[in-house]
């Protein structure tokens, strides 16, 4: 299901105004138009979700399979590809697929919550992909992820889970309280999906398997009579 989640964002995203591959949607000023109309439509805007039809309510869900740009794109299907094949292969196809929408829809609705009154459309992965940060970071706090760090020249460093996530949410939530009003990064949305990832890894796999173990056969020559 990673892949085929991959698969799926990328080629609504092909077929919509923001990749420029579709004529149909025109040029300039015109794409322009059919690009807010698009994620005006399929976005979720906060305050048509408490206020609008009844439809609204599932913009958050449409909302997770639309992406703003190629960077907005690539950058999430990057983090689901290294994230996401192995958290799946721990939960099972179907739970990750709820899971992933499931936490993806909640952390979307968490920030249309905090604004409310906001007109702005917020479309993207990002909350559902920040969910499965989370999750693996509890199923496997000891795997190495490789990193790139600007400080040290981009040069390729593999770290713990357990060391780059956390710093990772640290960053999310440092730019949270320096985040312009208006269009930007919902870094919120990213750090409620964080949250309920992780919460549901813990509640859904925390208790200890006892496995009883049997005593291996003896060598011939060494059974006791």
């Not at 794409?31 to 807010?36: G, I, P, V, Y």
């Not at 312009?180 to 750090?191: D, F, Q, T």
Request: some cysteine.
């Amino acid at each position: 299901m990673t892949y085929t989640l991959i698969a799926v964002c990328c080629l609504i995203f092909v077929l919509g105004p923001a990749s420029g591959f579709t004529p149909s949607y025109g040029t300039g000023d015109a794409l322009a138009a059919a690009q807010r109309a698009y994620f005006h439509h399929w976005g979720v805007v906060p305050a048509d979700l408490f206020d609008g039809p009844a439809r609204e309510a599932l913009t958050p869900a449409t909302a997770l399979f639309i992406h703003g740009s190629w960077v907005h794109l690539l950058g999430n299907m990057l983090f689901l590809f290294v994230f996401g094949a192995m958290t799946e292969e721990r939960m099972g196809r179907v739970e990750f697929t709820l899971f992933y929408v499931g936490c993806g829809y909640l952390a979307l609705l968490g920030y249309a919550a905090a604004n409310a009154t906001s007109q702005q459309s917020l479309v993207g992965a990002s909350g559902a992909i920040s969910a499965v940060l989370g999750a693996f970071l509890y199923l496997f706090p000891s795997a190495r992820v490789t990193s790139l760090l600007p400080f040290l020249f981009f040069l390729p460093l593999r770290f713990p889970a357990w060391v780059v996530l956390p710093f990772w949410a640290a960053l999310q939530w440092l730019a949270l309280d320096q985040a312009p009003a208006g269009p930007g990064v919902a870094y919120l949305a990213h750090l409620v999906g964080f949250g309920l990832g992780f919460g549901y890894a813990w509640v859904r796999y925390g208790r200890t398997t006892k496995v009883k173990c049997v005593p291996a056969p003896a060598p011939e020559g060494d059974n006791q009579p």
